[in-house]
């Protein structure tokens, strides 16, 4: 049976903002997902599907429920912990296609965490464990359509998961943990109603996309589409250079951000840009940090400059401006557009300073050889 060929991210048209989410998630999940919110037809599962379809595999513990990472023994299942405890020194490994699990909106509390068998547990002894959605979605992207339509517990829930990397059941006194860390991304439709804001905060980012008016972009989606219907496969085989382009940039990135560092000035920067635009509690502050390191090491750098700051902020703070009677989101989002404006300058400014044209360093030279002699 062949496999369904999904349509290339790189073949996507428009939507910078957006891909950049996703591939800043790709880099680093502990970002903490992103909502793409937009009207109908703006390709917002289009670029899920085909982010994870651009994603490298992952080596697995073979035969491990969970996916769970054979080089990360910390992050390990109860099973594969019990696995290594009863003798099994090396874990087997596999390789797994990135998993891409679609949520449905009517999913239950159950279903996401997995359950835990009771009756089994005390007539027998033994402890069984059926995994849900958080299992199938470890290493992988789990994916939302229409997310504000889903139960607020269970988006609690899912939120929770991705911050912590972890998904703990518990019953009856019996317990079992599993890795839980995942790409989240969650697509609406504004007009079928608005996330509350306390759990529209906990979404790491936020993107408003709406169709694009460029009439020259606007021919090239038709042509892209129709092609790709037409033939998937040699429209998949035309982009398949920039996929894999793409798909080890993401790789080195990911081995990468570990090592990206940071001054206190960047961190005085973040700080001076969310206080001055009112943002409540911190994780608008970590979202940033962590984002600006995760685009400095998809760059290929390992310290972050103002201009990362710049493009985690445009991510992390439109859904988090303020609005009320005294204050005006639209105004609100000017002054932040400003800021970010300024921050992207200050970065030129900066890299310019720091290298020189060659004529200026020919000069320099001239000066120190006028000077020795």
């Known amino acids: ?57 992952i080596e697995v513990v073979e035969d491990c429920r969970f996916n769970c990472d054979p080089d990360k023994p ?16 090396q874990l087997p490994r ?18 996401v965490v997995g359950t835990l068998d009771i009756e089994r ?23 939302i359509d229409e997310v504000n339509l889903l139960d607020d517990h269970v988006v609690d829930i899912l939120l929770d998961s991705a911050a912590m990397g972890v998904n703990v059941v518990e019953r009856e006194g019996i317990s079992f943990n599993h890795p839980a860390r995942f790409i989240l991304v969650g697509t609406m439709n504004p007009e079928e109603g608005d996330l509350r804001p306390q759990l529209l905060d906990r979404f790491a980012f936020s993107v408003e996309i709406r ?12 042509r892209r589409n129709i092609a790709f219907e037409s033939d998937p ?14 798909s080890m940039q993401i790789e080195r990135a990911r081995q990468l951000v570990e090592e990206v560092s940071f001054t206190q000035r960047d961190l005085l920067i973040i700080a001076d840009l969310t206080s001055s635009m009112e943002v409540d509690g911190h994780r608008s502050d970590l979202v940033i940090l962590k984002a600006a390191r ?36 639209e105004t609100g989002m000017e002054t932040l557009n400003a800021k970010i ?20 360093k020919d000069e320099d030279e001239d000066s120190k050889k006028k000077v020795t002699l």
């Open 294 to 329: 995760a685009q400095a090491a998809f760059e290929g750098r390992t310290r972050i400059t103002p201009r990362d700051i710049a493009l985690a902020a445009e991510l992390a703070l439109p859904h988090r401006v303020k609005a009320g009677p005294f204050r005006k989101s």
């Open 94 to 111: 596999a390789h797994h296609a990135t998993p891409f699990i679609n949520l449905p909106v009517s999913a239950t509390e159950d279903r």
């Open 211 to 222: 169709g694009i008016l460029d009439k020259a972009q606007r021919v090239e989606i038709m």
């Open 341 to 360: 404006a300024d921050l992207k300058v200050q970065t030129v400014l900066t890299e310019a300073e720091e290298q020189p044209s060659d004529q200026a």
């Open 121 to 143: 547990a005390i007539q027998k002894g033994e402890r069984h464990f059926e995994p849900g959605v958080l299992a199938s979605a470890n290493r992988g992207l789990l994916y």
């Open 74 to 89: 910390t992050t390990w299942c109860t099973e594969c912990h019990e696995r290594f405890s009863s003798g099994e020194e």
């Open 1 to 57: 049976m062949n496999q369904k060929v999904i349509f290339p991210f790189t073949a996507l048209v428009g939507q910078e903002r957006m891909a950049r989410a996703l591939i800043l998630n790709a880099v680093d999940p502990r970002i903490g997902g992103v909502l793409i919110r937009g009207e109908r037809g703006t390709a917002k599962s289009t670029a899920a599907r085909a982010l994870a379809a651009l994603l490298p595999p």
């Open 233 to 246: 496969e040699s429209f998949r085989e035309h982009f398949l250079p920039q996929e894999l382009d793409l």
